[in-house]
Nanobody, 122 residues
Framework: VQLQASGGGLVQAGESLRLSCAAS????????MAWYRQAPGKQRELVAG???????NYADSVKGRFTISRDNAKKTVYLQMNDLKAEDTAVYYC?????????????????WGQGTLVTVSS
C-alpha cells in the first residue's frame, strides 16, 4: 500500500499547479485525505483536508486560492493551487487514512506520500 504524489514544479507567482496523489495496493476504504506542506526551516502544516463525505477544510493562508477534491473511484486526491505566491514554496505531502489488512485484521492506518516540491518564484 502506498501513496504516490505528483504535479509539483517551478512556477511564477500568480500561476497555477495541480497536485495529484493516488493510493494503490489492497485498500478496502479511504477515510480522510489531506495535503500538508513543509517549507525550509519550518514545521509541516496542514494545507487542506477532505473527509470521505466530501467536507473540506483549509488553512487560512490558502482559502480562496486552493481547492482540494477527491475521486474515490480512482483513489486519488487533488490539490488545485491558483494564484500561487512565493510563500507557498514547500514540499507538499499527501496523507490518507486507509482501511487496509493488518496483522490483526482490518484496521485504519495513516499513510504518507513521498512529497512533491512546489517552487514559486516572485
Amino acid at each position: 500500500v502506498q501513496l504516490q504524489a505528483s504535479g509539483g514544479g517551478l512556477v511564477q507567482a500568480g500561476e497555477s499547479l495541480r497536485l495529484s496523489c493516488a493510493a494503490s495496493g489492497i485498500i478496502f476504504a479511504i477515510n480522510a485525505m489531506a495535503w500538508y506542506r513543509q517549507a525550509p526551516g519550518k514545521q509541516r502544516e496542514l494545507v487542506a483536508g477532505v473527509t470521505s463525505g466530501g467536507s473540506t477544510n483549509y488553512a487560512d493562508s490558502v482559502k480562496g486560492r486552493f481547492t482540494i477534491s477527491r475521486d474515490n473511484a480512482k483513489k486519488t486526491v487533488y490539490l488545485q493551487m491558483n494564484d500561487l505566491k512565493a510563500e507557498d514554496t514547500a514540499v507538499y505531502y499527501c496523507n490518507a487514512d486507509l482501511l487496509v489488512p493488518g496483522t490483526e485484521g482490518l484496521g485504519v492506518y495513516p499513510y504518507w506520500g513521498q512529497g512533491t516540491l512546489v517552487t514559486v518564484s516572485s
